[in-house]
């Protein structure tokens, strides 16, 4: 057996069911996201997700609802991280383990501000938009290296370049849809949000937002059910 494979295998058996633990809290949470996010989109209709990110949802009657959408995303990225740790054997995943923290540590922050307080809700978007993608890149490589993990290197591979891509892309549809409306207003842009956007703007921006989410979620989805696969794989074979 070589090094990396005997690194990857529990200590014990508490510790390999506490990382179990860990990596179904993770699919939990994240299940959870997700039917909150479709949750918003039933309770609250009056914001079209076509060019109203999730944030927004904030001045809905639903507040609530959000924060604990935001919560339950960081969450699940703070109990992947300790459901694969002893998994992770390079530096640059070791720095992926931290900024999944940090990109947890940015959807607690949501949680409790929300776009309403400006300086807050701004730092916890840059801490998981940004810092997720990031996370998953060098978490997807380093657990490729990982013998047990090879086989879904690929797919997580995929799917982290998809978190980066839906960021990038609501980045361009941001700016499109600010020029598009800038150059209606006679070079201004309106001070509070339109109930419906005039003819001729491009409304991706929503879209894209909550595709982030998505593939956010689909990463940590896979990560936390091949750590799942592996600590039952080991629990099996120390049994016998």
């Given at each position: 057996?070589?090094?990396?494979?005997?690194?990857?295998?529990?200590?014990?058996?508490?510790?390999?069911?506490?990382?179990e633990?860990?990596?179904?809290?993770?699919?939990?949470?994240?299940?959870?996201?997700?039917?909150?996010?479709?949750?918003?989109?039933l309770?609250?209709?009056?914001?079209?997700?076509?060019?109203?990110?999730?944030?927004?949802?904030?001045?809905?009657?639903?507040?609530?609802?959000?924060?604990?959408?935001?919560?339950?995303?960081?969450?699940?990225?703070?109990?992947?991280?300790?459901?694969?740790?002893?998994?992770?054997?390079?530096?640059?995943?070791?720095?992926?383990?931290?900024?999944?923290?940090?990109?947890?540590?940015?959807?607690?922050?949501?949680?409790?501000f929300?776009v309403?307080?400006?300086?807050?809700?701004?730092?916890?978007?840059?801490?998981?938009?940004?810092?997720?993608?990031?996370?998953?890149?060098?978490?997807?490589v380093?657990?490729?290296?990982?013998?047990?993990?090879?086989?879904?290197?690929?797919?997580?591979l995929?799917?982290?370049n998809?978190?980066?891509?839906?960021?990038?892309?609501l980045?361009?549809?941001?700016?499109?849809?600010?020029?598009?409306?800038?150059?209606?207003?006679?070079?201004?842009?309106?001070q509070?949000?339109?109930?419906?956007?005039?003819?001729?703007?491009?409304?991706?921006?929503?879209?894209?937002?909550?595709?982030?989410?998505?593939?956010?979620?689909?990463?940590?989805?896979?990560?936390?059910?091949?750590?799942?696969?592996?600590?039952?794989k080991?629990?099996?074979?120390?049994?016998?």
């Amino acid at each position: 057996m070589n090094k990396a494979a005997t690194k990857s295998l529990p200590g014990s058996s508490s510790a390999s069911q506490f990382r179990e633990l860990a990596a179904w809290l993770a699919v939990l949470l994240t299940g959870a996201t997700i039917l909150l996010l479709t949750a918003l989109h039933l309770l609250s209709p009056e914001f079209s997700p076509s060019w109203r990110v999730i944030s927004e949802y904030a001045f809905g009657h639903y507040a609530w609802v959000l924060s604990l959408m935001f919560f339950c995303m960081g969450s699940s990225s703070w109990t992947l991280a300790t459901a694969i740790w002893s998994e992770v054997h390079t530096r640059g995943g070791q720095v992926g383990l931290w900024l999944l923290l940090i990109a947890g540590l940015g959807g607690a922050m949501a949680s409790f501000f929300d776009v309403t307080h400006e300086i807050g809700h701004a730092i916890a978007g840059f801490l998981g938009v940004i810092g997720f993608p990031i996370a998953a890149l060098l978490l997807s490589v380093a657990l490729g290296c990982n013998e047990n993990w090879r086989a879904a290197r690929s797919l997580l591979l995929r799917v982290a370049n998809l978190s980066w891509i839906s960021v990038a892309l609501l980045v361009a549809t941001l700016a499109i849809m600010t020029m598009q409306m800038s150059r209606l207003n006679g070079g201004h842009l309106p001070q509070h949000a339109p109930k419906a956007l005039p003819p001729g703007v491009l409304a991706l921006d929503g879209w894209a937002d909550r595709l982030i989410v998505l593939c956010n979620c689909s990463w940590v989805l896979l990560a936390a059910w091949r750590a799942i696969q592996l600590h039952r794989k080991h629990s099996d074979a120390g049994s016998h």
